[in-house]
C-alpha cells in the first residue's frame, strides 16, 4: 500500500499566542509542533505498512520550519517527504491546501491518503474531505481503524453520541484519522539519523499556483472571546484558594 | 425575489437530530435581517423523512422538502453530496447552512467543493455586517474567535456548532411539504449498521458532581490526585478527550462532543484548556469551577469560578479541606 500522510505544522498547545498588526493572524515569532491529529495519521500509516507493506510518504505545505515537521516524520518511519515550501502557504484556505497538494502528487500513484480529522489552528476539518473530492476518490471521516480487506479497506467511524460504524470502501480512498487510533511512537535515534538521508522533495509556490483559485474564505479580523460569563477569580496560596473553594461549595452550591 | 436559506436538517433513523433545530434558529435570523426566506430539506429514505418533516413543517419555513430515495436510508457521502448538489441546481439558494455533525463534516465540505465553492466549517454565529455576511469561529482552540466572509457567488455554506443558537426560540409556522425523488449516482462506500460498544458502565449525565482532567494532568500516575478529589466530593471523575487517547481514563468518561453531554450541579475542571469539542459538552453544567495554568485558557471564559494556579498544588489542599468540611 502506498500511504501519502497530510501533516501540518502548528503552534505549540501552550504558546502565547499574539495577534498581528492587522489582526488577521498571530504572530509567527512562536515555538511550532507537529499538528496532534496529524501525527496519529501518521502512526496509522506507519502500522498498516508494517502490517501490509508499502510505502509512507509524509506531506506539508508551509514556509522552511514545516520542514521540521518532515523530518520528525521521516525519523518515526516515513520513507520519503514532499515539501510545499513558502511562506505563502500559510493563509491559503482549505480548498487551495487542498488543490496544492492534488497539483503536487497528480504524477503518483498513492492507494490511500491519510490527514488528521483537523488542524489545532485553523479547525476547518475539511481538507482531507476536499482533496478526495479533488481525486475523484471515495472517503471517510473521524477513522479508528483500518484494515486491508479484499483490495479495498474496512474501516470504523466514530459516530457521536458512542456509536461507530464499519465502512468498506475500493482503494484509492482519503480518510481522516481520529486522535487514540494507536499509541504513538517516539523516534529512536537510529531513525533520527537515517532521516537526514531520506528523500525530501521539495515543490515550490509556482509549480502549483496553476492549480490554485483565489481564496473564498477570508480571515476578516481575529480578536479574543468576548466573555459571555460573570467569572469570579479566586487567588491565594493553595490552602487559601482550597478554604476559599470550600466555603463556596458548602455555603453556595450546598454539595458538601 | 428575496433570497433563500436553505438547511439541511438532519434525522437518523427517521427522528430528527434537535441540533438542526438551532440551525433553524440560526437561518431565521438572518433571514429577518435581510428579508430571506428560509427553506428546510431532509434526506433519507419515505419511511425516515414522515415524523421529522412534519416537525420541521410546524416552524417558521417557507417549505419544506423531503428529498427521498430508499439508497438514501444509510448515510453515504456519494448518495447525500449527489442527492443535494442535484437538488440545489434547481433550488438555488444563496446559503446553506448545515449543523456541524459528524456526518455533515463527513460530506459537506465534498457538496461546496463539487460546487467550486468553500464551507465555513464549525461557526458559532452569523450576521450581515454593512451586507457583507460574516461568520463567527473558534481558532486555535478556542483562543481567538475569528469574523471570516466567502467571496464569490454562492451557494455559500456554513456549519453551525451545537449550542450556537438556542432551539427553544425557534419561530413557529406552518409550511407545505413537498417531495422530492432524489437523484442519487454510484455510491462507492457500503455502510454497516452502527453499533454501541459494551454499553458504557458510567453515565456521566446523571452525575451531580463531576471532577474532570485534561491535559495539564500531565502524566497518567497523578490521575489519582484528582480521583482523591472526586472520591472526597462524591463525584464522578471525568475527562476531555486527550486524556481518554491517551488511555489514562476509559473512554466512556469523556466529556465533550465525541463523549458524553454533561450538566452537573458542579463541574470541576482540573487542566482542562476548554478546546470547543470539550466546552459543548459541559457548558450547559450549573456551576463551572476550573483550576488551569494559563490565565489565558479558554475554559475560564465559561468558568463561574476560575482559579489560575497550579493543580498539583491546589488539588490535594483542596482534597484535604473537603475531607475536614465533612468530618
Not at chain 1, 477513522?143 to 484509492?172: C, N, T, W
Not at chain 1, 460569563?229 to 484558594?241: D, N
Not at chain 2, 486555535?140 to 454562492?154: I, N
Not at chain 2, 493543580?311 to 473537603?322: C, H, K, Q, Y
Request: proline letters at 4%; hydrophobic letters at 45%.
Amino acid at each position: 500500500m502506498k500511504i501519502l500522510v497530510c501533516m501540518k505544522q502548528v503552534p505549540q498547545k501552550d504558546a502565547p499566542l499574539k495577534l498581528n498588526e492587522s489582526a488577521t493572524w498571530v504572530r509567527e515569532d512562536v515555538g511550532y509542533e507537529i499538528n496532534e491529529p496529524d501525527a496519529y495519521a501518521l502512526e496509522a500509516a506507519l502500522q498498516l505498512k508494517e502490517k501490509n507493506g508499502g510505502e509512507v510518504v509524509a506531506i506539508s505545505a508551509g514556509p522552511a520550519r514545516a520542514q521540521t515537521v518532515l523530518r520528525e516524520a521521516l525519523a518515526k518511519g516515513a520513507d520519503r517527504a514532499i515539501h510545499l515550501e513558502d511562506d505563502k502557504f500559510v493563509t491559503l484556505d482549505a480548498f487551495n491546501i487542498a488543490r496544492a497538494m492534488a497539483a503536487a502528487i497528480k504524477d503518483e500513484a498513492f492507494d490511500l491518503v491519510l490527514t488528521g480529522l483537523q488542524s489545532d489552528d485553523y479547525g476547518y476539518a475539511q481538507t482531507g474531505v476536499l482533496l478526495a473530492e479533488l481525486l475523484g476518490w471515495a472517503h471517510a471521516t473521524i477513522i479508528m481503524q483500518v484494515e486491508a480487506k479484499d483490495g479495498g479497506i474496512r474501516v470504523k467511524r466514530e459516530l457521536e453520541s458512542g456509536y461507530f460504524q464499519h465502512v468498506e470502501m475500493p482503494l484509492p480512498a482519503v480518510l481522516t484519522i481520529q486522535s487514540g487510533i494507536g499509541k504513538l511512537r517516539y523516534a529512536t535515534l537510529i531513525g533520527i539519523k537515517q532521516a537526514k538521508n531520506k528523500p525530501l522533495r521539495k515543490v515550490s509556490y509556482d509549480e502549483v499556483a496553476a492549480s490554485l483559485r483565489p481564496n473564498q474564505l477570508t480571515i476578516e479580523k481575529l480578536y479574543v472571546p468576548k466573555k459571555t460569563k460573570q467569572t469570579e477569580v479566586i487567588q491565594g496560596t493553595p490552602s487559601e484558594v482550597a478554604k476559599k473553594l470550600v466555603a463556596k461549595l458548602r455555603d453556595e452550591l450546598r454539595v458538601i | 425575489m428575496a433570497e433563500t436559506i436553505l438547511v439541511v436538517v438532519e434525522q437518523r433513523e427517521g427522528k430528527l437530530n434537535r441540533v438542526s433545530l438551532e440551525t433553524l434558529v440560526g437561518a431565521q435570523a438572518l433571514a429577518k435581517q435581510n428579508g430571506w426566506q428560509v427553506e428546510a430539506v431532509l434526506l433519507g429514505s419515505a419511511a425516515q423523512l414522515d415524523e421529522p418533516a412534519k416537525e420541521i413543517a410546524a416552524a417558521a419555513v417557507a417549505k419544506v422538502t423531503k428529498l427521498e430515495s430508499d439508497a438514501l436510508a444509510a448515510y453515504t457521502p456519494d448518495g447525500f453530496v449527489a442527492a443535494l448538489k442535484a437538488f440545489l441546481a434547481v433550488s438555488e439558494p444563496k446559503l446553506v447552512l448545515l449543523p456541524h455533525t459528524y456526518q455533515i463534516r463527513d460530506f459537506a465540505p465534498k457538496l461546496a467543493a463539487s460546487l467550486g465553492s468553500v464551507l465555513v466549517s464549525d461557526s458559532t454565529g452569523a450576521r450581515f455586517e454593512n451586507g457583507k455576511l460574516l461568520f463567527t469561529r473558534q481558532m486555535f482552540q478556542g483562543k481567538f474567535s475569528a469574523d471570516v466572509s466567502l467571496a464569490g457567488d454562492g451557494p455559500h455554506f456554513a456549519s453551525f456548532q451545537a449550542g450556537s443558537y438556542r432551539a427553544d426560540s425557534l419561530e413557529a409556522g406552518s409550511a407545505p411539504v413537498e417531495t422530492v425523488a432524489a437523484a442519487v449516482g454510484e455510491i462507492r462506500t457500503k455502510p454497516e449498521a452502527p453499533f454501541q460498544e459494551a454499553k458504557a458502565a458510567v453515565d456521566l449525565t446523571q452525575a451531580e458532581i463531576i471532577i474532570s482532567v485534561g491535559r495539564g494532568i500531565k502524566e497518567q500516575k497523578n490521575i489519582p490526585l484528582a480521583q482523591a478529589l472526586a472520591d472526597a466530593l462524591g463525584g464522578e471523575i471525568a475527562a476531555s478527550r486527550p486524556i481518554c487517547d491517551a488511555g489514562w481514563l476509559p473512554m466512556e468518561r469523556q466529556v465533550g462532543s465525541s463523549g458524553q453531554t454533561v450538566s452537573p450541579k458542579l463541574y470541576l475542571a482540573l487542566g482542562i484548556s476548554g478546546a470547543i469539542q470539550h466546552i459543548v459538552g459541559m457548558k450547559g453544567s450549573k456551576h463551572i469551577i476550573a483550576i488551569n495554568k494559563d490565565a489565558e485558557a479558554p475554559i475560564f471564559e465559561v468558568a463561574d469560578v476560575a482559579v489560575v494556579g497550579n493543580l498539583f498544588d491546589i488539588v490535594p489542599a483542596l482534597t484535604e479541606e473537603v475531607k475536614k468540611a465533612r468530618g
